[in-house]
């Protein structure tokens, strides 16, 4: 039976998070039903990763099965015109049967999106973390550089994240800014629940001075998430790219995926990279 994987991005703020469940909508059924009345059929997909409660998406992955056969034209523009307007599929393509969205990935990126100045933003709401208090960038970096790494993240899951290890690899941390904007990009192999937000927390309360960077490797060796700083909000968090073999041909991220005009942390790919810890 052919397998079809899609590129999807969405603004979460209206959902309550990626996977089905009773109540409230996601993105996952909303994506089910549009795709179901292309294919004529119930379709069922699995995506790349979860995304929380009014948590975005510039480039979720997901696969389907289905016995019928349409052009990629096809599924693209009749999934949008029966998806709500901050849901969108932005490409489509047939994949081998062994591709897997969530088990093929060799890592996933995501970016938490900050304004950082005295008064709240009108036009950001919701989709940037407020932050009032001034922080400061070269203790968050330092901190972030203990994280870096194989670890047990159990001081940076959510109480309820049912992952069967709290060990992951954190290959990339790094953090830049432009003016009243902050971004932190972070690229691991999988995440535990609120896994980036956690790291948020911990960043911010070193940047605005009320712990030191070292306070990193005490929350790290805790291994609890008592030790931890407050989760960070839902709103500045961004499911950014994810990264399969080149062997499934999966549209380049520099091309098909690529951010919308004015997507928060943008600018992170064209920051001088001597500014940025990696």
Not at 77 to 105: K, M, Q
Not at 151 to 161: G, L, W
Request: glycine fraction near 8%; aromatic fraction near 8%; proline fraction near 6%.
């Amino acid at each position: 039976m052919p397998r079809i994987a899609v590129g999807i991005e969405y603004d979460g703020a209206a959902y309550a998070g990626w996977q089905s469940q009773r109540g409230p909508a996601t993105i996952q059924q909303h994506l089910e039903a549009a795709l179901s009345v292309v294919a004529g059929d119930a379709v069922a997909i699995v995506g790349a990763g979860r995304t929380d409660a009014g948590v975005h998406a510039r480039a979720q992955v997901a696969h389907f099965d289905t016995p019928v056969t349409r052009t990629s034209r096809s599924w693209i523009l009749g999934a949008n015109t029966n998806l709500p307007d901050d849901i969108s599929v932005r490409w489509a393509c047939e994949v081998p049967e062994h591709f897997h969205a969530r088990y093929s990935a060799l890592s996933r990126c995501y970016r938490y999106c900050i304004l950082n100045r005295p008064f709240r933003s009108g036009l950001n709401r919701g989709r940037t973390a407020f932050v009032y208090q001034p922080v400061q960038l070269q203790p968050m970096r330092e901190a972030a550089a203990h994280l870096i790494g194989l670890h047990d993240f159990s001081s940076f899951r959510a109480a309820e994240c049912q992952a069967k290890s709290p060990v992951r690899n954190l290959f990339a941390l790094r953090l830049a800014q432009q003016g009243d904007f902050i971004v932190i990009e972070v690229q691991a192999n999988a995440f535990l629940q609120h896994m980036v937000r956690n790291i948020a927390g911990l960043l911010l309360a070193v940047g605005r001075g009320d712990r030191p960077a070292e306070w990193a490797l005490e929350v790290l060796a805790a291994r609890d998430r008592r030790c931890n700083a407050a989760t960070a909000p839902p709103g500045g968090l961004y499911f950014w790219s994810v990264q399969y073999p080149p062997v499934f041909g999966l549209p380049d991220d520099s091309a098909m995926m690529r951010s919308p005009v004015g997507c928060p942390g943008d600018f992170l790919d064209q920051v001088d990279q001597t500014h940025v810890m990696v």
